[in-house]
């Protein structure tokens, strides 16, 4: 009698596929790497154009009701994650936890991760600048009220009014959910479970305001291109980098929890079976021929 087999993975098959998946992406061609994260900042934006459109365009409900509004915008904003996760596309927050969880584990060695960050970064960064400058901008969608002066506002806000360490601390907080909803979908089998196990940690990250370095490279250069109260060098000193290492954190706290519960066996396994396996051709080796054995 056929079964079917169970609609999610369990934690340590996870964890396995997680790093499988970084061995892979190390084993891709780089031009193909940074395409792929190309369209992962493409589709990144998408979401974050669709959560301008329905924040910023709600002036008198952000006055009378500004928690009601980041909830909505929160809503929508999944949906570029979800595009990136189903395509198979490059996304610097991802890799900031599968990479490390695979040279942890062995799978990979530690040259792999500032190569393979290193590409991802500028590809999302292009592919966020291009829509920022293209399809948010030069064709006019956002760029008259009300949604221009909540960008521009949104900007301030978002990169000039916190300090330094609480930007850095609400990245962590962004990719610590961010990675959940990577996990959450890896584990499951079918596209609409993909679907809702990424889309609820990051509505979540979205209407709490945490720091996301991919997200914020769409949304920041756009109101510095709107001519927001912000310079694209006091962008990079508080936002960018603070938040760029903030989610490194965010992304550790889940991945190497990971390789310490679920794949440290795994190795240990695989070095005792290559231990046994020297021993064996080894013993192979020294043990007298046949024809020895006869003439003794």
Avoid at 58 to 74: D, H, Q, T
Avoid at 121 to 126: I, K, Q, R, S
Avoid at 169 to 182: D, E, S
């Amino acid at each position: 009698m056929r079964t079917d087999p169970p609609s999610t993975l369990l934690p340590a098959e996870v964890a396995a596929a997680l790093v499988q998946q970084a061995v892979e992406k190390h084993n891709t061609r780089y031009d193909k790497t940074f395409f792929k994260a190309v369209l992962a900042g493409v589709m990144l934006s998408f979401g974050g154009l669709l959560d301008f459109i329905a924040t910023g365009g709600s002036p008198s409900l952000n006055s009378a009701n500004p928690g009601l509004v980041k909830i909505i915008g929160g809503f929508v904003f999944p949906v570029g994650l979800v595009m990136i996760v189903l395509q198979g596309f490059d996304l610097l927050t991802s890799h900031l936890m599968t990479f490390p969880m695979a040279v942890l584990n062995g799978a990979l060695p530690w040259w792999s991760i500032p190569v393979n960050w290193i590409i991802v970064t500028f590809g999302n960064l292009v592919g966020s600048l291009f829509f920022a400058a293209v399809l948010a901008k030069d064709d006019g969608l956002i760029t008259s009220d009300p949604y221009a002066t909540y960008i521009r506002n949104f900007v301030v806000a978002k990169a000039v009014t916190p300090a330094w360490y609480q930007v850095f601390l609400r990245g962590i907080g962004c990719n610590w959910l961010v990675c959940i909803a990577v996990w959450q979908s890896i584990g499951s089998r079918d596209t609409f479970s993909k679907i809702v196990s990424a889309w609820f940690p990051i509505w979540v990250f979205v209407a709490c305001g945490f720091d996301h370095v991919v997200a914020n490279m769409f949304s920041l250069p756009l109101g510095i291109m709107l001519h927001a109260n912000l310079t694209t060098a006091y962008y990079i000193k508080n936002s960018l980098i603070a938040s760029y290492l903030g989610n490194l954190v965010g992304a550790l706290l889940v991945g190497v929890p990971a390789v310490y519960f679920y794949l440290c066996h795994r190795k240990a396994e695989r070095l005792t079976n290559a231990e046994e396996g020297l021993i064996e051709h080894k013993d192979l080796n020294d043990s007298p021929s046949s024809s020895e054995k006869k003439m003794s």
